[in-house]
C-alpha cells in the first residue's frame, strides 16, 4: 500500500514559473527521498532528507521536511519544459529497508 | 553504461505463460530491490536482497511470484501462471549498504523498468 499521497495529483504551470509539490505521509520515518519519472520510464534520485533536517537544497529544487506535520515540499524553481515529470516522494521507516513510494504528482511545464 | 540494467524492456504474454525478468546492478551495489508499478500509481515494493540473502517480501509478491539473486549480483524475477491483473512495469533498483551499517535507508538506483502486458 501507498505511504503516502502526493497534492496536487497535477500541475500545470508555463516555464519560468516555480512548482510546488506536497507529499504527506503516515508513520515516523528515518528519511524522505524525491524521485523524478518521464513518462513510462525509470526513476531518477533527486534528493534525500533525513528526519534530523528541515531544509536541503539542490540546484533548482528545494525540500523542506516537518516530522509534526508528517509531510514534506517539493520546490523546483524557473522550471523547464524537461522538468516535465511524475514526481514521488518514497519515505524510508524507522527499522524497514525498503521504502514506501507516494502516488505521484504529474508536473506539466508549457514552453 | 554504468547503470542499472533490465532485460527485456518489454514482455507481451498470454495468460497462464511464465515469464522471467533480469535486472544487473550497479556492479558495487550489495543491496537489489524490485518494485511493480501500475499505470498512474507509484512504485509498490516486492522484495529485497542483500548480497545473495532475500531478507523482505511483499505481501503482493504471491506464490506465483520468485525472485533470486544466486551469487549476489544478478537477479531474476519469475511470474509463473501469468494473469491479466499482473500487467504492469516491473522496475528493479540497486543500492550500497554502508560497511558501517546504520539503520538509515540508502539512495536506490532505478533501472529503465520491463514493461509486461499479459494478454
Known amino acids: 500500500s501507498q505511504q503516502g499521497e502526493e497534492d496536487p495529483q497535477a500541475l500545470s504551470i508555463q516555464e519560468g514559473e516555480n512548482a510546488t509539490m506536497n507529499c504527506s505521509y503516515k508513520?515516523?520515518?528515518?528519511?524522505l527521498q524525491w524521485y523524478r519519472q518521464n513518462s513510462g520510464r525509470g526513476l531518477v534520485h533527486l534528493i534525500l532528507?533525513?528526519?534530523?533536517?528541515r531544509e536541503k537544497h539542490s540546484g533548482r529544487l528545494r525540500v523542506t521536511l516537518d516530522t509534526s506535520k508528517k509531510s514534506s515540499s517539493l520546490l523546483i524553481t524557473a522550471s523547464r519544459a524537461a522538468d516535465t515529470a511524475s514526481y514521488f516522494c518514497?519515505?524510508?521507516?524507522?527499522?524497514?529497508?525498503?521504502?514506501?513510494f507516494g502516488t505521484g504528482t504529474k508536473l506539466q511545464v508549457i514552453p | 553504461d554504468t547503470g542499472v540494467s533490465q532485460d527485456p524492456r518489454h514482455k507481451i504474454t498470454k495468460r497462464g505463460q511464465n515469464v522471467t525478468f533480469r535486472c544487473d546492478p550497479i556492479s558495487e551495489h550489495n543491496r537489489l530491490y524490485w518494485y511493480r508499478q501500475t499505470l498512474g500509481q507509484g512504485p509498490e515494493f516486492l522484495t529485497y536482497f542483500q548480497n545473495e540473502a532475500q531478507l523482505e517480501k511483499s505481501r503482493l509478491l504471491s506464490d506465483r511470484f520468485s525472485a533470486e539473486r544466486p551469487k549476489g549480483s544478478f537477479s531474476t524475477l519469475e511470474i509463473q501462471r501469468t494473469e491479466q491483473g499482473d500487467s504492469a512495469m516491473y522496475l528493479c533498483a540497486s543500492s550500497l549498504r554502508p560497511l558501517a551499517g546504520g539503520t538509515h535507508q540508502e539512495t536506490q538506483y532505478f533501472g529503465p523498468g520491463t514493461r509486461l502486458l499479459v494478454l
Open positions: 532528507i533525513r528526519s534530523n533536517e
Open positions: 508513520t515516523s520515518i528515518n528519511n
Open positions: 518514497a519515505t524510508g521507516r524507522v527499522g524497514y529497508q525498503k521504502v514506501t
